[in-house]
């Protein structure tokens, strides 16, 4: 089977996923700035989380380049992924309009620890179906980003807990800043091809 259809349907689920939250933001009553403040929380709530699925729509965009076939395997780890990343919409609509409450925090944490395990799943995958000499293998080697990312969302669901939310909500934004930086590894492993 070809990634087409998978990479489009990928595709389809993560902007209907940016659109469900930016539709669930609701217009404050007031006709001033002033009437923002009260919604404040769950804006930023909308762009950490924006953030986070433009990431995986970016990063996902970049491996599917370098998937030559694509196997059942493959295809209920993506779905597992995408299931984790539907919700996010929930996660990030319940703490924002909590205003970052301990427990909201704790689930979203908790919904990005779920999705970098979908992520690293479907890498996974995708290395067995491809092999241990395949761009995509070459490309990750130790994957450093990705063990560090999994630790730093099991600290940041641990710290929101036990110290407080605002901790955990840093070291998810410092992560999310992590994934910003573009990352030439799948792209340099293909040209080397």
Same mark, same amino acid.
């Given at each position: 089977?070809?990634?087409?259809?998978? #990479?489009?349907?990928?595709? *389809?689920?993560? &902007?209907?996923?940016?659109? /469900?939250?930016?539709?669930?933001?609701?217009?404050?009553?007031?006709?001033?700035?002033?009437?923002?403040?009260?919604?404040? $929380? +769950?804006?930023?709530?909308?762009? !950490?989380?924006?953030? =986070?699925?433009?990431?995986?729509?970016?990063?996902?965009?970049?491996?599917?380049?370098? +998937?030559?076939?694509?196997?059942?395997?493959?295809?209920? &780890?993506?779905?597992?992924?995408?299931?984790?990343?539907?919700?996010? $919409?929930?996660?990030? *609509?319940?703490?924002?309009?909590?205003?970052?409450?301990?427990?909201?925090?704790?689930? =979203?944490?908790?919904?990005?620890?779920?999705?970098?395990?979908?992520? =690293?799943?479907? @890498?996974?995958? /995708?290395?067995?179906?491809? *092999?241990?000499?395949?761009?995509?293998?070459?490309?990750?080697?130790?994957?450093?980003?990705?063990?560090?990312?999994?630790?730093?969302?099991?600290?940041?669901?641990?710290?929101?807990?036990?110290?407080? $939310?605002w901790l955990g909500l840093a070291i998810a934004a410092l992560?999310? +800043?992590?994934?910003?930086? $573009?990352? @030439?590894?799948?792209?340099?492993? !293909?040209? #080397?091809?």
């Amino acid at each position: 089977m070809g990634k087409n259809r998978l #990479e489009a349907f990928s595709d *389809g689920v993560i &902007a209907i996923l940016i659109t /469900i939250m930016v539709l669930e933001m609701k217009v404050p009553h007031g006709e001033d700035f002033s009437a923002l403040i009260g919604i404040w $929380p +769950v804006f930023l709530s909308y762009v !950490l989380s924006f953030i =986070y699925l433009g990431i995986y729509w970016n990063n996902h965009h970049h491996m599917l380049h370098t +998937v030559k076939r694509v196997s059942g395997s493959i295809l209920w &780890a993506n779905l597992l992924l995408l299931f984790f990343l539907s919700l996010v $919409p929930f996660t990030t *609509g319940w703490m924002g309009e909590n205003h970052f409450a301990r427990d909201t925090v704790v689930l =979203y944490c908790l919904n990005l620890l779920a999705a970098a395990l979908g992520y =690293y799943h479907l @890498q996974t995958r /995708i290395k067995v179906v491809h *092999g241990e000499e395949s761009a995509l293998s070459r490309a990750l080697g130790k994957d450093w980003k990705g063990k560090f990312s999994l630790v730093a969302y099991t600290v940041a669901i641990l710290g929101a807990w036990f110290v407080a $939310p605002w901790l955990g909500l840093a070291i998810a934004a410092l992560v999310a +800043v992590l994934w910003l930086i $573009p990352d @030439q590894r799948i792209e340099k492993a !293909l040209t #080397e091809e």
